[in-house]
């Protein structure tokens, strides 16, 4: 459990900051076919209001492009309540403070919290955010955002980062990058 908590802490799932060192490899999908992303449902009796009202109110939601704990903010609106507070750009090279390659990218800004914003959706409802158990770790999910500053709507986004993880060497080998689902979200 200890390991798996180590990882999980590393990859930025948890604010928490460790100072153990992997290595990562990228690698290629070797000319595999990648499935279309399909748009998220809401279930039953849930809406775009509540969903943005679960990401503003959210005071342990972190959200990054990449890089160190002083690039991770909260989700924020305008002053108005109608738009976008922020910009909300692409995540390139880290995911929050883990670096993971000059060929990762994803589409929209990260976010913590994986397993709060799952359940608001069919497709999500049963994942979590991170796929393994106490030793071994396959992989995570997680959502992005994708927005500029006064947007009246954005892109929501779920991507699986699937990895293989050498504990005893502190390797870790990007093997791959699903965009799962995805949603246009609008503020209201």
Not at 159 to 170: A, G, M, S, T
Request: aromatic share 12%; charged share 25%.
């Amino acid at each position: 459990m200890k390991k798996l908590m180590s990882i999980t802490s590393l990859l930025g799932i948890s604010v928490y900051s460790i100072s153990t060192t992997f290595t990562v490899t990228s690698c290629s999908t070797n000319g595999e076919e990648k499935k279309q992303a399909t748009e998220l449902t809401y279930v039953d009796g849930k809406t775009d209001s509540e969903f943005v009202n679960l990401l503003k109110n959210d005071n342990n939601l972190q959200l990054s492009n990449g890089g160190d704990t002083n690039t991770y903010r909260n989700f924020k609106l305008s002053e108005d309540n109608k738009g976008l507070g922020d910009d909300y750009g692409d995540t390139k090279n880290n995911l929050f403070e883990f670096k993971l390659g000059d060929l990762f990218s994803l589409e929209g800004t990260a976010m913590s919290k994986f397993d709060n914003q799952a359940p608001f959706f069919e497709q999500t409802k049963d994942l979590k955010e991170v796929d393994g158990n106490d030793e071994h770790l396959n992989g995570w999910n997680t959502f992005t955002i994708k927005g500029n500053k006064g947007d009246t709507e954005f892109k929501l986004n779920c991507f699986y980062i699937k990895v293989n993880i050498n504990y005893d060497e502190q390797k870790m080998d990007l093997l791959s990058v699903d965009h799962l689902f995805y949603k246009t979200i609008k503020i209201s």
